[in-house]
């Protein structure tokens, strides 16, 4: 087990060395932040480390073991800020982080949904990110309103991108503008990541043999998901086998 100043050290390296060989982000006028770039980036990585459960706890452990290596750490709020400013600098680092550790030796990338609640559905009235947020619904959570987001994740565990839609969105046409994105790459969308090298592994509600022809013809993306009432189609029981607990692990 790594101990923390270790992680730390390692993090902080591998953080700063990808910033300096990307282009420099433009300063905007104004004082300078209490933390460097690289700084910022590191602590919002680092702040997925343990799956804290919200950025106050984060910030709490933060200002109660991270002071040493942090001497001018900001109020949470700033902290938040600068974060949320660094959001592209993050993804560009997150993608460097990907192909270090080898994305392109991984023979399929699993491709899964999950619901993201940033509020109570039975609250009364419009919240904060009211036309961005909805109502939708996931296994996990029931009804909630926020986020689906889309993740391609290797079979060590990495995550090689993600997409954001409002709750309500269904799965199978946000597929359609995921793999759209990751085969014929946008500058403003960096998070979705690159095409997988081999196939994508899904469950069945990626479902569709029509479907995975036309991801396959229009985008080159192989998708596998096993069939839920198709027989014409329908999978091996040794496929099923190898295949259903690889889904279920993502």
Same mark, same amino acid.
């Given at each position: 087990?790594?101990?923390?100043?270790?992680?730390?050290?390692?993090?902080?390296?591998?953080?700063?060395?990808?910033?300096?060989?990307?282009?420099?982000?433009?300063?905007?006028?104004?004082?300078?932040?209490?933390?460097?770039?690289?700084?910022?980036?590191?602590?919002?990585?680092?702040?997925?480390?343990?799956?804290?459960?919200?950025?106050?706890?984060?910030?709490?452990?933060?200002?109660?073991?991270?002071?040493?290596?942090?001497?001018?750490?900001?109020?949470?709020?700033?902290?938040?800020?600068?974060?949320?400013?660094?959001?592209?600098?993050?993804?560009?680092?997150?993608?460097?982080?990907?192909?270090?550790?080898?994305?392109?030796?991984?023979?399929?990338?699993?491709?899964?949904?999950?619901?993201?609640?940033?509020?109570?559905?039975?609250?009364?009235?419009?919240?904060?990110?009211?036309?961005?947020?909805?109502?939708?619904?996931?296994?996990?959570?029931?009804?909630?309103?926020?986020?689906?987001?889309?993740?391609?994740?290797?079979?060590?565990?990495?995550?090689?991108?993600?997409?954001?839609?409002?709750?309500?969105?269904?799965?199978?046409?946000?597929?359609?503008?995921?793999?759209?994105?990751?085969?014929?790459?946008?500058? +403003? *969308?960096?998070?979705? #990541?690159?095409?997988?090298?081999? =196939?994508?592994?899904? $469950? &069945?509600?990626?479902?569709?043999?029509?479907?995975?022809?036309? +991801? *396959?013809?229009?985008? #080159?993306?192989?998708?596998?998901? =096993?069939?839920?009432? $198709? &027989?014409?189609?329908?999978?091996?029981?040794?496929?099923?086998? +190898?295949?259903?607990?690889?889904?279920?692990?993502?």
């Amino acid at each position: 087990m790594v101990d923390l100043d270790t992680f730390l050290t390692t993090l902080y390296v591998l953080v700063d060395d990808s910033i300096k060989s990307q282009p420099p982000t433009t300063r905007h006028p104004g004082p300078l932040a209490s933390l460097s770039e690289s700084e910022v980036v590191m602590l919002a990585m680092l702040s997925q480390w343990k799956q804290f459960p919200s950025e106050r706890i984060f910030v709490r452990y933060a200002r109660k073991h991270l002071r040493p290596a942090f001497p001018t750490l900001p109020h949470r709020s700033q902290i938040n800020r600068l974060i949320r400013a660094a959001h592209d600098r993050i993804v560009a680092v997150g993608q460097h982080v990907v192909t270090l550790l080898g994305r392109m030796d991984q023979p399929y990338e699993v491709v899964d949904g999950m619901g993201v609640a940033v509020r109570n559905n039975r609250r009364i009235g419009r919240g904060w990110l009211d036309g961005i947020a909805n109502t939708g619904t996931s296994n996990r959570l029931g009804w909630y309103d926020g986020f689906h987001i889309l993740t391609a994740v290797t079979r060590s565990g990495v995550v090689t991108g993600y997409a954001v839609a409002p709750a309500s969105t269904k799965e199978p046409p946000y597929t359609d503008d995921c793999l759209a994105a990751r085969a014929y790459p946008e500058a +403003w *969308l960096p998070m979705v #990541g690159r095409a997988a090298v081999g =196939p994508y592994l899904a $469950d &069945r509600g990626f479902e569709g043999h029509e479907r995975h022809r036309q +991801w *396959l013809a229009d985008f #080159g993306a192989e998708v596998l998901a =096993p069939p839920r009432n $198709d &027989r014409t189609h329908a999978w091996p029981a040794d496929w099923q086998a +190898w295949h259903a607990p690889i889904c279920a692990r993502s």
